[in-house]
Structure formats: C-alpha cells, structure tokens
C-alpha cells in the first residue's frame, strides 16, 4: 500500500510540477556532458530531477535568490549519479543552500597542548551528514568546464552523500555483500595508490590532484570525471571505470 501510494505522489508530481521545455533545453545546452545522454536517459533524468526539486529545499545565502534556472542546473547534476540507484539515495536531508562565492565552512582543531583554534576554511561546497548541502554557485554553474582537469563541485558533493550512505566517509559506498566490499577495496585501494605516487612525482593527471588527500576524495574526483569524460577515463583508468560503472549502473563512456 505505501509503495502505490508513492507512486501515486511521484507521478501527481510530474504531472502537475514538470520542468519547463525551454528551462531544461537551456540546461542541456548549459552542461554537454547531460545533452550527451541516450535520449531514454534524458526522459529518466528529467523525471528524477523534477522529483527531486519537489522533495529538497533551497535557500541562497548572503543575498542570493535561488531562481528556477539554478535550481533545474543542480537538480540535473546531482541526479545523474542515482540515475539507476534512486532518489532514496538521497533522503537523509532537506536543505541546499546555495552561496554567490566560496562556501566558508567553520572549522575547529586541537593542537599538542589541548588547545582549540577556530578557522574557516574556504570551499567550493560541502556535504554534511544529515544536510545540509552546501554549494558555491560560480562553481556550480561552471558544470564540467575547466582548463586543467574535470570540476564539476555537484556530482563532487553527491558522491560524498552517497559514500555516507553507510555512516562512514571512506571512498566505499554501500554495497551489497562482503566480496563486492572486497572487490571495491582492492581496486580502489590500488587505483589511490598509484594516483598518489603519480602526484607525489608531479607527473600530469587525469584527476584533479585533490583526490590524493584522502580515499574518499579519490572517489569523488573519480565520479566527477566518470560523468564528465567517461572516454577519458576508460582510457587511463579502465579499472576504476569499471568499478564506477559496476556501481552506478552505468557506462557513460559508451553513449
């Protein structure tokens, strides 16, 4: 009964809430990487995206007035990753604050002698367990666009929420058993590794260097050039691609 009764709501939404024609045309056309998709997927991720602005909650900081166009430009990217998986992915928070520059995140740290010191620390958004997600808007709106290596701050964020999903933030998303755990951990493991060295070395990456600073940014950076440029990433890390796309359920390179 509660399962027909969500597909009831689901499909009210779409009936009476659908994204605009010419709002997600000017979404496509913003962000090649979406136009790029089989046209089934488009049909899927349209859905999706509508479902998901019904669900989450927007707020622009500091002055910021969160219109339909940035709405419809996040709601696109951050639900291309659980295009397969399922907005349920997504239901441990509500909130999106949205921020017109660099989201400054507090932080706090405790030196030799006991002592706190408090900072901020300037970024281009931050997912936190529970909500909220915060995102800077320049870097949103910039998608995949970047002269040196993939930036796309949105799939970054939900990566992370979906690393989360089990509690822990360590570059493993839930998966189903004890050998796919396995499997994940000796790829990724070895992927990271090699990753770091090339960094360590000041050899040209793929990946932005910033996946060298832990496991679980390896992984987001990953998931950001395996939406972005698939292509490029079969090329250079077949492994970690097909683990990506083993998890996703998707093979973006082949479109």
């Not at 958004?125 to 910039?142: I, K, T």
């Not at 990953?222 to 939406?227: G, K």
Request: some cysteine; hydrophobic content about 50%; charged content about 25%.
């Amino acid at each position: 009964m509660l399962e027909r009764w969500r597909r009831w709501r689901a499909q009210r939404t779409l009936a009476r809430r659908p994204i605009p024609d010419a709002l997600w045309a000017l979404t496509l056309a913003r962000y090649p990487f979406l136009a790029r998709r089989s046209e089934a997927d488009l049909a899927a991720l349209r859905e999706l995206a509508t479902l998901f602005l019904a669900d989450k909650e927007f707020a622009g900081m500091q002055g910021l007035e969160v219109d339909d166009g940035m709405a419809v430009a996040i709601a696109a990217q951050a639900c291309l990753p659980v295009l397969r998986l399922g907005l349920a992915c997504y239901d441990a928070f509500k909130g999106i604050v949205v921020y017109p520059g660099a989201v400054m995140a507090r932080r706090e740290v405790m030196d030799e002698h006991g002592v706190v010191h408090e900072y901020e620390e300037e970024l281009l958004g931050e997912a936190m367990p529970g909500g909220p997600m915060a995102l800077s808007w320049p870097d949103v709106d910039l998608g995949g666009e970047s002269t040196t290596w993939v930036c796309n701050v949105v799939i970054h964020e939900f990566a992370h929420v979906l690393d989360m999903r089990d509690g822990i933030l360590d570059g493993m998303p839930p998966l189903p058993d004890r050998a796919a755990r396995e499997h994940w951990q000796l790829v990724m493991q070895a992927e990271w590794s090699r990753f770091c060295r090339q960094v360590d070395a000041a050899r040209g990456t793929l990946l932005d260097p910033y996946g060298a600073e832990s496991i679980d940014e390896f992984f987001a950076v990953a998931s950001e050039v395996f939406f972005v440029d698939p292509a490029a990433l079969r090329a250079d890390h077949p492994a970690l691609y097909a683990l990506l796309a083993g998890y996703y359920r998707q093979d973006p390179a082949a479109e």
